[in-house]
């Protein structure tokens, strides 16, 4: 990292990775089976029609990092991205197909930290069989006691996450370095131009808290001096008590927070009472777990969503 992090206020974690055992389970067992009918080669019919074409096929589980590979990859790679679009990653259980894909991949790259259960369980195989594989949330900075999965939402650390697609890349295909090289330059150029524009658009502020859908913004609070207070816990397919509705309910009034965000793949009938109920307003803050397909047909990336979301900010906070 290329600078330390201040700690924000601890926001009590929920238990959310415990509905995805059995489905991990069930999913091992396919992978087993198929496996051992001899449906299974260590590169698949997608990661060798990559290979065919001269790309390399890479794996990512959510969009972030597909994102990432695609800007510093460019038409050397072929990026598959398992969640699809319009899937919450929290709860995007993976087909047998999906599994069988990331198995023929030359780059497989991970989050971690329990969005994608299935994908480090089976990420050791993966690696024995020769393929670079990286676990972002394991490179991220720890922020507090928790193990927050959306490590993507801090551009500092999305710029050494460029550099390490970029020296995966290296090592899988030395030929095109200068490519590589000169693709992460310019994507991490993109992330630093973003950063500093945060900085500049949330230095001057009169509010500092932030009432979010879900609790998936605790990167983006270290970063910036920023805290959430959040309707649901760390998984969005948590429903919050009432108690802690009628606590930030208390909170909002308190402080005079005038905006409770909103996201694009959670529902916002919680955050819309919450806003009626205390004379605030609603506006969009997306975690960018994944886009929608509309989203991807009308150009939006990981970079336009990060100014959109900090438009929003500046609203909400009353910045200057």
């Not at 959310?16 to 091992?28: P, S």
């Not at 590589?180 to 900085?199: E, I, V």
Request: some cysteine; aromatic content about 8%; glycine content about 8%.
């Amino acid at each position: 990292m290329s600078e330390s992090m201040s700690e924000p206020q601890g926001i009590s974690r929920g238990v959310y990775v415990t509905y995805a055992v059995f489905g991990v389970l069930a999913f091992a067992l396919v992978f087993f089976l198929l496996r051992s009918a001899g449906f299974w080669s260590p590169l698949s019919d997608a990661g060798r029609g990559a290979e065919d074409a001269g790309r390399i096929p890479v794996v990512a589980t959510i969009y972030p990092w597909g994102y990432l590979a695609e800007r510093v990859g460019g038409d050397l790679v072929e990026v598959t991205i398992v969640t699809p679009p319009g899937a919450e990653p929290h709860d995007y259980e993976p087909t047998p197909r999906d599994i069988v894909g990331a198995h023929g991949a030359r780059l497989f790259l991970l989050n971690g930290n329990g969005i994608d259960v299935w994908a480090e369980r089976i990420e050791p195989e993966i690696a024995r069989a020769g393929a670079e594989t990286i676990t972002f949330a394991a490179r991220a900075p720890r922020i507090d006691a928790g193990d927050d999965p959306h490590v993507w939402l801090d551009l500092v650390f999305m710029q050494d996450a460029t550099a390490l697609v970029r020296d995966a890349l290296v090592r899988i295909d030395p030929d095109h370095t200068a490519t590589y090289r000169t693709n992460a330059d310019a994507t991490m150029s993109d992330l630093q131009d973003l950063d500093a524009t945060y900085r500049d658009g949330l230095a001057t502020c009169d509010l500092h808290e932030i009432v979010v859908s879900h609790d998936a913004f605790r990167y983006l609070d270290a970063r910036y001096g920023l805290t959430s207070l959040a309707v649901r816990g760390i998984s969005p397919v948590e429903e919050p008590s009432a108690k802690t509705l009628a606590e930030l309910a208390d909170v909002i009034r308190t402080k005079g927070l005038d905006v409770v965000f909103t996201e694009t793949f959670v529902s916002p009938k919680l955050s819309e009472t919450l806003a009626a109920e205390t004379g605030a307003r609603t506006l969009v803050l997306n975690p960018i777990g994944g886009l929608t397909a509309d989203e991807l047909a009308t150009g939006e990336t990981y970079l336009t969503v990060m100014r959109a979301n900090l438009s929003n900010l500046t609203d909400a906070l009353r910045c200057r």
